[in-house]
């Protein structure tokens, strides 16, 4: 099975300020369709997790512009530009390459 | 708008078997696979299978062969899944989910607790 590394399991950030979250495979998630078939989600206290990025670098329908994906293969990075108080919550990368789907182990943003 | 509603919580005791429901609104069921992901406390999340809602086919992940089935009923629009020879170990949050063009999930149930207990 794919295993999923997040480079954190807390990250404390002032408002404002910019975050970056790593997410490192055991296998490339690069597909011969040229696209990485890596997600990301939050999951906000209290409720299920919600898409933010697919395919890598994809940006989900309403997700704010301060959110973008990169990477590649099996190196892949969630920015935020500007943190603010809403974007609280665990962080979950996930392979949707091949089954059994995975997930990174959540890394939990708190506002300092 | 999309939804997808699960039903209630559940607590069995070791040994039982248990049956989730999701009930998927506001689009064509047929066109979209449903997935199973649980969240045991202090554990990562865990996909436990998925259904083609149009075809039927299913996948299961290899660690719950034998033990999930996932079943679907197309006239209500509703995706079941049941385990069975419950543990302690199974206490966890079940997720549906929905497949976004084999890209991963972009619905998500709003959960159901599972609590297995003697």
């Known amino acids: 099975d794919t295993v999923l590394t997040q480079s954190a399991l807390s990250l404390p950030v002032t408002p404002g300020e910019p975050a970056s979250i790593s997410c490192r495979s055991t296998q490339s998630l690069l597909y011969t369709n040229g696209y990485n078939y890596l997600n990301w989600y939050l999951q906000k206290p209290g409720q299920s997790p919600q898409l933010l990025i697919y395919l890598g670098s994809n940006r989900a329908s309403g997700v704010p512009d301060r959110f973008s994906g990169s990477g590649s293969g099996t190196d892949f990075t969630l920015e935020i530009t500007r943190v603010e108080a809403e974007d609280v919550g665990v962080y979950y990368c996930?392979?949707?390459?091949?089954?059994?789907?995975?997930f990174g182990q959540g890394t939990k943003l708190e506002i300092k | 708008q999309v939804q997808l509603v699960q039903s209630g919580a559940e607590v069995k005791k070791p040994g039982a078997s248990v049956k989730v429901s999701c009930e998927a609104s506001g689009y064509t069921f047929s066109r979209n696979a449903i997935n199973w992901v649980r969240q045991a406390p202090g554990q990562r999340l865990e996909w436990l299978g998925w259904?083609?809602?149009?075809?039927?086919?299913?996948k299961y992940s290899q660690k719950f062969q034998g033990r999930v089935t996932i079943t679907r009923d197309a006239s209500a629009n509703t995706v079941y899944m049941e385990l069975s020879s419950l543990r302690s170990e199974d206490t966890a949050v079940y997720y549906c989910a929905r497949d976004f063009n084999d890209y991963g999930f972009d619905y998500w149930g709003q959960g159901t607790l599972l609590t297995v207990s003697s």
């Open positions: 259904i083609n809602t149009g075809k039927g086919n299913i």
């Open positions: 996930m392979q949707a390459l091949q089954t059994p789907y995975t």
